[in-house]
């Protein structure tokens, strides 16, 4: 609603935003007549200009393309010049490396002979650092054997020293072994007194502790059964309180809202019959109007229809007299208020086009009273093609058109076709058609051509002429053509126009006496639902204080029962809990005898296990001190034992060792004799004497290369500077050719701005090709200036202001859619908001009903209820009282978790009974349930079960065994599930099966 009222605001601004527009196009239209004329003299001065520049264009291009064409044959002789001196300059080049690679030769042989005397050299160099190395190692030869004789002496002593000490240290082992089996022997008979001793004393604390926890239990029992007595006699006062201060419930007070009740829904029911009544009516009337709505709609449109093609029509035969030169000829002669011609005159159906065939530009004639003023006119002619003719004597007219007609009595005169109210001016027309017969078909036209006279014709509705000798085909040539035809149509849409508006008139006044209808019913529909609003809502509060009190009368005599049941309970539980309290006091006294007994036993144990432990840790120390020295014996041979073998394995090693060393020593004595460097001396001399010998071979061949040198570079100078020559002629001819093309480019462009111009008309051309570029430009400049001065300047002025008035008229049909659209729409969520009221409070008072009837099963009685928070069921929320019986809560948050969930539960299926489905999930609900509401929630469960299969997942044993089937999932291997399934039925009757047997 509100975006239809947006839009409306919208459509209206729009609307006013447009009628501006229409004023602006309105100035815009003037300033573009004035930029056209500017327009064209301005494209006429750019074409003779461009046509000048393209001109001087071609003659820059020739210019240019004479010169390309003397410097190419200068580039010719050039290149010539320079392929002789490229070919001379290869061949002293391939003599050059001829040379050059017998230098290259040269070179490396003397690299050669140097490299080999380098080599000599370097060997020796390498013998004389041999024998010096030689002579470092047999001096170091010699050191090592007289260092490893040394250090055999030595190793030897310390090998005796060794045997000695392990001699010594077999006796102590020995002696220490016999000693630390004599008082191991003893160890065990101690550890069997202290072991049974260890036995005996847990054994008292054993009995200890059991008695120390049956006299603990035996006290907690005591104090648990005074504490229940004193919370039993606490539950029975008040229970007895409880029973004192219930209510009473006034039987006549609930009759009363009974009746009451009754009467409204009766007085509600004659409401709603007639509401019915009263929509339905209004439907009618919504009908009637929504059927004369679419009449107007439609005569509406054929008459916008009209308008637009009469518009059309109209624009089309005023543009016929749009020659603005002619229009000020006649303007300044003041004719331009007489009639035209084809204004006075009434042509025959279907014979239009041939009347407009036979007079052609005189269907436009002006009548004027004496042809002799025209010549007051010869010094300011028309134009262009213009006609004017003076009435006929009328007595003239007929006694010619009676004459002509007289031999031609089968022949239906053209004039005949016209019908027009002047005398006059139907005179003129018989002057003009003399000898113009009608014919109905071109096929009897040519067939009866002999008989025609000359000056005489024959013509068809086509407009096609048959005279005695040819025929004339006629074809539309001006925009005359079809003018009496489309007068025709003009006068004929206006008309129907007319009697269309008249029609549109009367459905408005029709619809306007159905809406003043519609809107009185309606005003009717919404009292009457406020009414019946209104006695609905006094009829729910009626029967929420019926229920109300009922409700509480049930409670009173449940809260009665319950309280006289709990007495009696009270009384046998305080006989029971006293009978267990005396016997407990009997119970603590005898263990508390048994306790003092057992820890006197506990004490002496104690110290006799004290005593046998002291004796078998002294025992037990020995023998650890004499293990700890068998120990060290025990080492301290294995020691003297490594000890030997290591010395007896250094001295075979220095043996071997000097054996290696005696063996080298002799190698190297060997080696440093051979070692001689007389025969190197004698090579290096010989390669001495190759070198000089290739020095003097390069010398000869560098100075020969130094002079073929200088004549490689006074030729490459010379071609140097032929081919410098040639890139400047190139860069010349490149300059050349840019110009030809930016002379090609200019007289492109020019060319291309000419076509864009178009044909320009001669006369206007005539006038500016001789003049000068200068001239031209300051006219271009002149124009261009003025074109400025206009502005900005919309050329479709003429067409944008038609679519702007399609555009306004197109918008207030919009903006009364809009209108009638919001009222629409205020009726239909009038309707919505009714329907809706009645349906939520249906649905509310049904779940209040199952809720009541749920929660009551549930608790085996007490009361629970959803109230409304607001006034307007809409918009109000929804709040949930729940007492169980017994409570007097005064929010739901005071209640235990077993009862909440319960209370959930209910509000849940009271829901659920509104529109039962074949299947339930229920997951995990009974989570925080005890056993007392778990069987009360599976009570309801297997009530509700009859229509609905329900599926739950729970933990608790009591909820399993409501289940007809089981299924669970089990994990025998580490990440592999398995499904189990159980039917209860079956097990049930193969159980009963086995028991029978």
Known sequence: MTDARSNLQRVDDILEELEKQQQHLEVQAERATRYQDLHRQLIAAQHALWSQRRQQAITARQAAQDEIARLTQEMEIIRAGVQETGEQLDERRMHHRAVNDRQHQIQGELYAADGEIARIEQAIRHIR????QLDRQIAEAALQLQNQEEQLAGIRQNQMSWQDKLAQAKEVLAASKEE??????????MEQAAQSDQAGLAGLREKLALARQNEKL?????????KTLNQLLINRERLLAEQASQPEIDPAQLEELQIESAELADLLEQKKDALVALEAQIRSVQQERDDIRQTIESLQRDLAQAYARCDVLQRLQDRIGDNQDLNAWMARLQLDGLPRLWQQIVVEAGWETALEAVLRERIQAVVVDQLEQILDWEAHRPSAKWSVCAPVPLNQSVSDNAATSLGKRMWKPLSATLNC?????????????????VASSLEL?????????PGEMLVTAEGHSITACGVSYFAPDSAVHGILQRQREIVQIREECDLTGKSVSSRQEALAEVEQRYQYITAEVVQMRQTIEEIRVQQHDRQIEIVQLMQQAERVAQQQTRLEAGLADLALQIEEESLQQHQAKTALAACEAERIELDAQVNQAEAGCQESGRVLAVQRSLIQRLSDRLHEAVFSEQNCQSRVVDCEQRIGMIGQNQIVLTENLQKLQSAHADL?????????????NQREEHEQSLMAVRRELESMDDTLRAMEQARMQAEQRLRECGEAVGQARLREQEAGMTETQFADKLAELGEVAAEILSQSVNEPATRLQARINRSTGEITALGPVNLAALQELEALKSRRIHLEEQSQDLREAIATLEQAIYQIDGETRERLQETFKQVNQNLGELFASIFGGGQAGLVLSGEDILDAGVQLNAQPPGKRNSSIHLLSGGEKALTALALVFSLFRLNPAPFCLLDEVDAPLDDSNAARYCELVKRMSGETQFLFISHNKIAMQMAQQLIGVTMREQGVSRVVTVDIGKMMEAGDLSANV
């Open 676 to 688: 001689d460097e007389s025969r190197l001396m004698t090579e290096t001399e010989h390669w001495r």
């Open 218 to 226: 035996q006290q907690s029992q005591r104090t648990y059964a005074e």
């Open 129 to 132: 650092a041999n024998k010096e």
């Open 180 to 189: 630390h089996a004599l008082e191991t022997v003893k160890l065990p008979q």
């Open 445 to 453: 036209a040519l067939a009866e051509r002999v008989q025609l006279a």
């Open 421 to 437: 109210p002047d005398p006059a001016v139907q005179a003129v027309l018989a002057n003009w058609l003399r000898g113009v017969f």
